[in-house]
C-alpha cells in the first residue's frame, strides 16, 4: 500500500511537471516585473470569458473618475488567464476559479515568488460554466438534512485527511430501516474539472484516491450537455445517490445543509463564508516584494474593492459583494508583505 501510494505521488507529480513544461514560456529563470507597458494610461487584463459583462461594468465605473485610463481586454478559458501574467503580457488575471498547482509552478518558475491575488466577489449558486459554489444535493426521498465536510472526505475519498474511515453506505451516516445497508451511490466532477479540483482541494485535503465506486463527470466528456446537469439528473432518478453540484433545478433533488449549524447555501451564508463550500472569485497581478503596486493596477484593484465598485456586482449574473469586512482584509493584503505561497491567500 505505501509503495502503491507513493507511485502515485510520483506519478501526479511528473503529470503536473509535463504540464508546466508546456505551459511555461522560454523566459529568463527569473523576471522581476512583466513587460513594460508602453502607455502608462492603459491597463490590460486577461479575464474569464464568463465574467466579461461584469469587468465591463467595473472597467466602465473605474472609467467615471479616471477617464485617462483605459483598458485591453483579452477573454479566456480559465485554463489560459494566468499565462498572461506570467507572459507578462497582462497587467491584471481576472480568475474563474482557484488558480491550480500547475498555474502556480508556471507563474514560480518566471518569476521566483508565488502569484499574488485578491478575491473581489464571492461565487453564487448559479455562476457561470464552473464558477459557482456549490451545494450537496440527494434524493428527495432521501431521510437525510444535512451532511458534515469529514462526512463528505469520507464518502468521497478513500485515504481520508478529515475523516477516520470509509463511509460506504447510508447506515454509516445515521440512516435506519430499510437504508441502513443501501451502499450511496456517489456522484461528483473529475479530477480535470475546477469543480472536481475544488472538491479535491477543499474537502479531501489533496486526497488523490476517490472512492473507487465514484461516478466522477465531466465537461470534457463528448455528451454535451453540462456535468453539474447530469449530477442532478443523476440524483434525481437514484434514491440512493449523492453528489455535489450546481443549485439543481430539477425538483427531485433536496439539498442539505451543511453542519455543524446546518447551514443552508443562500447569499448571505456564501457572504460571509458561513457555507464552507464558498468559492471566491480572484484578481491576481504581479507584484514585486517589499515594493508598490503599479499605479494603474492598484487603483483599478482598490476601486473594484471598494462600496462602489462592489455595488457594481450583480446577482443575476452568478455573483456577490464582499462583505465590507472580507473587502476590507483584501484590501489590507495589498500593502501587507506578501505570502509565501499561493495557499495562503485562500479564504482570506
Known amino acids: 500500500m505505501l509503495h502503491s501510494r507513493s507511485c502515485s505521488k510520483r506519478i501526479h507529480i511528473a503529470g503536473m511537471l509535463l504540464l508546466a513544461s508546456v505551459a511555461v514560456p522560454s523566459l529568463p529563470a527569473q523576471q522581476s516585473a512583466p513587460s513594460p507597458r508602453k502607455d502608462p494610461h492603459l491597463i490590460r487584463v ?17 472609467s467615471k473618475t479616471h477617464p485617462d485610463i483605459h483598458f485591453e481586454n483579452q477573454l479566456h478559458a480559465p485554463s489560459t488567464v494566468m ?53 450537496v444535493v440527494v434524493n428527495e426521498k432521501n431521510p437525510l438534512n444535512s451532511i458534515s465536510l469529514n462526512q463528505l472526505d469520507a464518502i468521497y475519498g478513500s485515504e481520508h485527511r ?61 455528451d454535451g450537455t453540462p456535468a453539474a446537469e447530469r449530477i442532478a439528473e443523476a440524483v434525481a432518478h437514484d434514491p440512493y445517490a449523492i453528489g455535489y453540484t450546481s443549485a439543481p433545478e430539477a425538483k427531485f433533488d433536496k439539498v442539505l445543509a451543511l453542519s455543524p449549524g446546518d447551514i443552508q447555501p443562500r447569499d448571505t451564508t456564501l457572504a460571509s463564508h458561513e457555507y464552507k463550500l464558498t468559492r471566491s472569485i480572484y484578481l491576481y497581478v504581479h507584484r514585486v516584494p517589499d515594493a508598490p503596486l503599479d499605479p494603474g493596477a492598484d487603483g483599478f484593484i482598490r476601486f473594484v474593492l471598494s462600496p462602489a465598485g462592489q455595488a457594481l456586482i450583480e446577482p443575476s449574473a452568478g455573483l456577490l459583494p464582499l462583505t465590507s469586512e472580507f473587502a476590507g482584509k483584501q484590501i489590507k493584503k495589498l500593502t501587507d508583505p506578501m505570502p509565501k505561497t499561493a495557499e495562503a491567500e485562500d479564504n482570506q
Open 83 to 135: 499565462a498572461g501574467l506570467y507572459n507578462g503580457v497582462a497587467d491584471l488575471a481576472l480568475m474563474g476559479r482557484e488558480i491550480w498547482p500547475v498555474e502556480t509552478m508556471a507563474y514560480h518558475w518566471v518569476f521566483q515568488q508565488a502569484p499574488f491575488g485578491v478575491a473581489v466577489a464571492t461565487a453564487g449558486l448559479n455562476a457561470p460554466g464552473q464558477s459557482f459554489t456549490p451545494v
Open 162 to 222: 478529515d475523516a477516520p474511515a470509509n463511509i460506504r453506505t447510508w447506515g454509516e451516516l445515521g440512516a435506519t430501516g430499510e437504508w441502513a445497508t443501501q451502499p450511496i451511490h456517489v456522484y461528483g466532477f473529475s479530477g480535470e474539472d475546477a469543480l472536481g479540483v475544488f472538491f479535491r482541494h477543499d474537502v479531501l485535503r489533496m486526497d488523490f484516491k476517490p472512492n473507487p465506486a465514484s461516478h466522477l463527470l465531466s465537461d470534457h466528456d463528448k
Open 46 to 62: 486577461w479575464g474569464y470569458s464568463g465574467f466579461s459583462q461584469q469587468l465591463l461594468r467595473w472597467e466602465s465605473g473605474y
